[in-house]
């Protein structure tokens, strides 16, 4: 069993044997409070599934947020784990790139069953090719290798090649939602809060942090040094691999995994502007089954090898943090509303114009989300039934975990 004696870079006060998710979470939320709730899920997603035998499709959980909100600093905790491989600086070419005498070689070999974390995306995003990059991105992350020809030949790797893929970037541009509605989305999100903290309170934490704190790195190295005990314990539990036990897992929380899948599909239509019966809409197959791994990732962060209704948090918050966020406004507004609203409470409420609040309204009847009701002459909407399932009080309070 793994202590933190036994590993490099501990503080000499910090002797606690990491066993079990509580333990990590208090450690975690010692040196940086209220983050552990998003590293949960980074973890879960990205690196936890990695010991679960039987996967095969790669899942990308992208971190968004403001710098202030510390997301790099969560991705640099996972630094030092075993099927971390780090990339600081990034070029979509660096899959596979052709090049000969490239000192580590092509990057896509090397992820093989590990987790590409890259701290700093946003440049992918600003790139004048991105449409051709999110295209070979998209090929990428459906798992079945890639392959190029260059000069030297054709490159790349025809076989299967699962890997997970965590990275940050700041914020998604509208017309890159669209883009990716086109090309097929493969990514997820989780969107970090910023903290709203008084002008009081940051000078007491700043005034605190420079008299009784510890350092910056000394803290992070604490945290990694944390993660790692915690997944060694994995590893020694589960030498060969994770096999995992469907039979045991919960029908109500796969059948929460499906509607989460579901909801997002809807979430994420791309409509288009000139023919609304042209909308695209994902296939939800691909969908359910990524949401349904990094439940059962964490699940097992809890020694488990089944999942139960309780994991379905991680799927929720994924769910509303991977949809365009004005979309994912008036869903909460919604549920905070009991699943009814009308157009004069939304402008309100939102501070949008009227018009802008009766397109929202309309394209949410185009992806099936809504329906119209009648209220005198009042434009109201409705949750569709199949919709109803998020004002469950369960589902509502694990979503306003979040929110």
Request: net charge neutral; proline share 4%.
């Amino acid at each position: 069993m793994t202590t933190f004696n036994d590993l490099p870079d501990i503080p000499e006060e910090v002797t606690t044997i990491v066993t079990d998710f509580e333990q990590l979470d208090s450690i975690i939320e010692r040196y940086f409070p209220d983050k552990f709730f998003y590293l949960k899920h980074i973890l879960a997603a990205g690196y936890s599934t990695l010991f679960i035998n039987g996967i095969t499709q790669p899942i990308s959980l992208f971190l968004l947020g403001d710098p202030s909100t510390k997301k790099s600093s969560l991705l640099e905790i996972m630094r030092g784990l075993d099927k971390a491989l780090f990339s600081d600086i990034f070029s979509p070419a660096s899959f596979v790139s052709g090049a000969r005498d490239i000192e580590g070689g092509d990057l896509l070999p090397r992820l093989r069953n590990r987790c590409l974390v890259t701290p700093e995306l946003g440049v992918l995003f600003k790139d004048r090719n991105l449409p051709q990059t999110l295209g070979m991105l998209t090929r990428l992350l459906d798992g079945f290798g890639y392959v190029r020809h260059t000069g030297f030949g054709e490159v790349g790797i025809h076989e299967n090649v699962r890997f997970n893929w965590c990275a940050a970037i700041v914020k998604i541009q509208p017309k890159i939602w669209d883009l990716l509605g086109h090309l097929g989305h493969r990514l997820l999100f989780l969107h970090l809060e910023n903290e709203n903290e008084s002008a009081e309170a940051v000078e007491n934490r700043l005034v605190r942090m420079i008299t009784e704190d510890r350092d910056y790195i000394e803290k992070l190295s604490i945290c990694r040094n944390a993660v790692i005990a915690f997944f060694q314990n994995i590893q020694a539990r589960y030498p060969n691999g994770v096999t995992w036990n469907t039979a045991m897992d919960n029908p109500r929380a796969k059948q929460i995994i499906v509607r989460a899948a579901l909801m997002l599909k809807s979430l994420r239509g791309t409509i288009d502007p000139k023919d609304a019966t042209n909308t695209i809409f994902e296939e939800p197959t691909r969908l359910t089954q990524s949401l349904y791994n990094i439940c059962r990732g964490y699940a097992l962060m809890h020694y488990r090898t089944h999942i139960i209704v309780n994991d379905v948090e991680s799927v929720l918050t994924i769910m509303l943090d991977s949809a365009p966020p004005e979309r994912k406004k008036l869903l909460l507004t919604l549920l905070k509303q009991n699943g009814e609203i009308d157009a004069d409470q939304y402008v309100e409420i939102s501070k949008h114009g009227h018009k802008r609040v009766l397109d929202e309204f309309n394209d949410f009847e185009i992806l099936n989300i809504v329906e119209f009701i009648q209220d005198n002459s009042m434009k109201r909407i409705r949750l569709k039934p199949e919709f109803s399932w998020l004002l469950n009080k369960k589902i509502l309070k694990m979503i306003e975990l979040h929110n």
